[in-house]
């Protein structure tokens, strides 16, 4: 079996390594000179998909956080994660995944703009192939001229990286004064913090990211910013047409709370390699573990959206939780990776049902809301 994978970003270099590792010749495309650059990604992953990854990631760890800190306009709540949260070095991450693709058998051609066709021949150097991989991003000419992958909306964000350290630490504070229709972030590792915002004005996005700042309260000063595009939704169901499969953002697989799309890419890519090890067709496995994953992100989108859209609703949440004693129950027991094991937790314990009568009571139409968004998931 033949392969080609356009895009070396992280999902381009994450299939293409699972696919060499399940036995197919693959060939790796890239329009630049250069893997990793430039940086956007806040790199922050659960220990599960780090091991997924592999040894790169392993090599790129930054460091590790136990729990997280989830905060509206007025009340905040803290979780332990049922696993380490890790950093990574982004840049680095991909420069090792290059390195372990092609130790794999992988072969790189960068400096090459390709376009792929239905039938598996990519243009302009007319070679065939069994299946192409279409890892290009949310932003690329290949997959609307196929009239496949992403069809959501784009928020951008922004990183300040600063002198500012401490104990290792992670926020997100849902509000309108430190970001747009979206959160704020910080995380804490030794001597840098790192803060970010975002929005869907780049015009905000400076006085955001000031405000962000303050209300993190990190005063060092900054070493490097850096940023880029985040898609949270909702997930692509339509990703094939004939021989090409779109993956990674250009696929909208990306959590719809935090926008992440490492882990989706990760478990999508190796679910596909058991797939193939168990004889079903390259093309075939591609395409069920992308929508496989894809359906598992869209069982937070709806809620997601509101959280993003709606910062009270957020201080709702905490309220419900903290007064019936049901963050002190859960935590400990949510997957970062996996927003929806919050929910899922949490309606195992009765304190969940007391907790959404004392919302109700606090707060009918958020309360009504957050029902709403949550039944829609499920469903």
């Not at 129950?329 to 195992?348: M, N, P, Q, T, W």
Request: aromatic letters at 6%; one cysteine or more; charged letters at 25%.
């Amino acid at each position: 079996m033949r392969a080609a994978v356009i895009g070396a970003g992280f999902s381009g270099l994450m299939f293409a390594t699972a696919l060499a590792q399940a036995g197919v010749n693959v060939d790796l495309f890239e329009e630049h000179r250069r893997v990793g650059f430039p940086e956007h990604c806040t790199g922050l992953i659960s220990r599960a998909t780090e091991e997924m990854i592999g040894g790169p990631a392993l090599k790129s760890e930054l460091g590790v956080i136990e729990s997280f800190v989830i905060s509206g306009p007025r009340l905040s709540l803290r979780l332990r994660a049922s696993q380490p949260i890790v950093k990574l070095n982004r840049v680095r991450l991909e420069e090792l995944m290059l390195e372990g693709a092609e130790a794999e058998g992988v072969k790189f051609i960068d400096g090459v703009k390709t376009r792929p066709l239905p039938d598996g021949t990519v243009l302009p150097l007319g070679k065939s192939y069994d299946v192409v991989i279409l890892a290009e991003g949310f932003n690329g000419t290949a997959r609307r001229q196929l009239g496949i992958g992403f069809n959501g909306e784009v928020t951008y964000g922004v990183n300040a990286e600063a002198e500012d350290g401490g104990s290792p630490d992670f926020e997100a504070k849902f509000d309108e004064t430190t970001s747009d229709g979206f959160f704020s972030w910080r995380v804490t590792l030794r001597s840098v913090s790192v803060v970010g915002t975002a929005s869907r004005r780049p015009s905000v996005l400076a006085a955001k990211l000031r405000e962000a700042m303050k209300a993190h309260n990190v005063e060092g000063d900054i070493v490097k910013t850096y940023g880029g595009p985040i898609i949270t939704g909702p997930p692509s169901d339509k990703v094939r047409l004939g021989r090409v499969v779109v993956v990674g953002d250009a696929a909208s697989m990306n959590k719809p709370l935090t926008g992440g799309g490492l882990y989706p890419s990760a478990a999508a890519s190796r679910m596909a390699q058991r797939m193939i090890a168990k004889g079903i067709s390259v093309a075939d496995a591609l395409e069920a573990s992308v929508k496989s994953v894809n359906r598992g992100l869209r069982r937070s989108y709806h809620m997601s959206k509101l959280l993003h859209s709606r910062p009270e609703a957020v201080d709702l949440l905490v309220y419900a939780a903290t007064s019936s004693g049901l963050a002190e129950e859960v935590s400990g027991k949510v997957d970062y990776d996996i927003h929806f094991s919050l929910f899922r937790e949490s309606a195992r314990s009765w304190r969940a049902y007391y907790g959404a009568l004392r919302a109700l009571v606090r707060s009918p139409a958020n309360s009504l809301r957050l029902l709403a968004s949550l039944i829609t998931d499920i469903i």
